[in-house]
């Protein structure tokens, strides 16, 4: 079975800090991909990578970076955090075409104080 | 660009009912696929099909079952004999146009529709 794991299911932290949010997949998985999820709104993109070292932007890349150094690792770094990231963060992998099923972690509620 | 459309943000059912999801998409790739996640409370999202654009056949899960419907641009799914369990929010998704690079995009999707089965 596909595993993606997340490093915290939930995280409090201030306005202002830097926050990493890990993801990790044990399926030799070419692609990742970090999602939020907001009520209302579905699942929107934040950033996707298909290779090592390689990221692409998604929908809402604005105040967010990340960091693919090894295949199976995909972080989500918040560089100052804000209230408005409040929300679940959920990372996905898939093999590397684009029509491949992607595979869900069980997802980081963060809230920014 | 695409666009996956779900147009009941809450359904609420008695269970043994049968129930349908409705999704309308979007695009215009003409090759493409159409997937359907279950979240149940606990948050991670569930892979329950996925489906390529060349194949209209209906399929069937136990007591899931899929009617793509490329002529309306639809991708309904129904439980049928709905039990508690089944309560969960259901997302439709759209996968993405190949990245020039070779690589890959995200998905696109739905607001998703909160599914409750009373007992």
């Known amino acids: 079975d596909v595993k993606v794991t997340q490093s915290s299911r939930y995280l409090v932290k201030r306005t202002g800090e830097k926050v990493f949010l890990e993801c990790v997949q044990d399926m030799d998985h070419e692609n990742m991909f970090w999602y939020r999820q907001d009520p209302g709104l579905g699942l929107r993109l934040i950033y996707f990578?298909?290779?090592?070292?390689?990221?692409e932007k998604g929908d809402i890349p604005e105040g967010y970076s990340v960091s693919r150094e090894k295949k199976e690792r995909f972080s989500l770094i918040l560089e100052s955090a804000s209230t408005n990231q409040t929300s679940m963060y959920l990372c996905a992998s898939s093999l590397s075409d684009s029509q491949e099923t992607q595979y869900f972690g069980p997802g980081t509620r963060l809230l920014v104080l | 660009a695409q666009k996956v459309t779900q147009a009941q943000t809450e359904i609420s059912v008695v269970e043994k009912e049968d129930v349908t999801l409705d999704c309308v998409y979007e695009?215009?790739?003409?090759?493409?696929?159409l997937f359907w996640y279950k979240q149940p409370p606990s948050g991670e999202l569930v892979f329950l099909i996925r489906?390529?654009?060349?194949?209209?056949q209906n399929e069937i899960s136990g007591r899931y079952s899929w009617n793509f419907q490329k002529s309306t641009s639809s991708f309904n799914f129904t439980i049928t004999a709905s039990q508690v369990v089944d309560s969960a929010v259901y997302f439709c998704?759209?996968?993405?146009?190949?990245?020039?690079?070779?690589?890959?995009?995200?998905?696109?999707f739905g607001k998703g529709t909160h599914l409750i089965i009373q007992p």
């Open positions: 695009t215009r790739d003409t090759t493409y696929y």
């Open positions: 990578s298909y290779d090592v070292k390689m990221k």
């Open positions: 998704a759209l996968s993405g146009i190949m990245y020039s690079g070779g690589g890959a995009d995200g998905l696109t």
């Open positions: 489906r390529n654009s060349f194949d209209e």
